[in-house]
């Protein structure tokens, strides 16, 4: 697999801004659904603190190119690798620039995350991004030129149960209305950590 995810890491570091400036460890994640608009406020805060933003879109599309294929055992090999990539990116990471926004929902996740950032010294800010599966639904439309997103539809049932069940164990750092979106309290609160 080191061969393979080092085959993506040439690519996807070519996408990552801000490798070089100097901040002190910590990791940046998202309890939501899709759609909710994590890569909204994540690019965001990428641009407003000069952090290292983490995208599962991204890497998604640079595993496609790397292994082409529309079969399902495909489809699922490529899931699989995305999951894994992701958490030898940050057992690998070895950039000077430690403040790290992971723009995708780690509700499956959180105990391997977690498990990193203690073992690594980061600290972890966990923002839990509300939005109804209506809303999320209309996004996914709009995010797939119109159409019907037919992952989105399979999915959603067991990403709002995952969703549910990682807040019933884990507080979150702060609670953002995906529908209503203010960000002064989330700026406020990283502004202490980060500065």
């Given at each position: ?5 080092n ?15 100097s ?6 994640c ?19 603190y ?6 599962n ?5 640079i595993?496609?190119s790397?292994?082409?294929g ?6 699922d090999?490529?899931q ?7 958490l ?29 950032a ?5 600290d972890?800010?966990l ?21 019907e997103?037919s992952?989105?539809t ?9 969703n549910?069940?990682?807040?019933s164990n884990?507080l ?6 995906g ?17």
């Amino acid at each position: 697999m080191d061969i393979l995810f080092n085959k993506i890491l040439d690519i996807h570091k070519t996408q990552l801004n801000y490798l070089n400036i100097s901040h002190k460890k910590l990791l940046i994640c998202f309890s939501a659904i899709p759609a909710a608009g994590k890569t909204h406020i994540s690019k965001i805060l990428e641009e407003k603190y000069k952090a290292v933003r983490i995208n599962n879109n991204s890497i998604r599309e640079i595993i496609k190119s790397i292994i082409p294929g529309t079969k399902n055992e495909i489809l699922d090999k490529r899931q699989e690798i995305l999951q894994d990539y992701l958490l030898w990116f940050l057992n690998n990471y070895s950039f000077l620039n430690k403040l790290i926004i992971i723009d995708s929902g780690i509700d499956r996740k959180y105990s391997k995350i977690k498990e990193f950032a203690d073992k690594n010294d980061f600290d972890l800010f966990l923002i839990h991004l509300k939005v109804s599966r209506e809303v999320a639904y209309k996004r996914a439309i709009l995010r797939n030129g119109g159409k019907e997103d037919s992952n989105f539809t399979q999915n959603i049932e067991r990403w709002i149960k995952e969703n549910k069940k990682l807040l019933s164990n884990v507080l979150p750092d702060i609670l953002l209305d995906g529908e209503n979106l203010k960000l002064e309290e989330l700026f406020s609160n990283l502004n202490r950590i980060i500065s």
